[in-house]
């Protein structure tokens, strides 16, 4: 799935991710879902105005099972940059 969002997207658009217990790894992610409509309506009312370009990774699911961490870096998207919200 990352990797199919990145393709499409690369860093054409602004991403704002919401969290659902997906096991990628991004700064992308808000830090719960109501976040993620938050800052989602402030960027889209202009009340965010820097962006920033964030990792894209995701773990490999079967090393995982079996203990191991082996994660790949799938590229970079742009992000509304409000901390407190990601």
Known sequence: MAGL???AIGLKI???GIPAGVK?????YATNPSRAASLTEMYLRG???SLRE???MDIDE???RQE??????Y???KAPLERRFT
Do not use: C, T
Request: zero cysteines; glycine letters at 6%.
């Open 5 to 7: 969002i990145y393709n």
């Open 14 to 16: 602004p991403v704002v």
């Open 24 to 28: 990628i790894h991004s700064g992308v």
């Open 47 to 49: 009340q965010v105005k």
């Open 54 to 56: 964030v990792e894209v």
């Open 62 to 64: 079967e090393a995982f």
């Open 68 to 73: 191991k961490i082996s994660a790949r870096l």
């Open 75 to 77: 590229g970079y998207l």
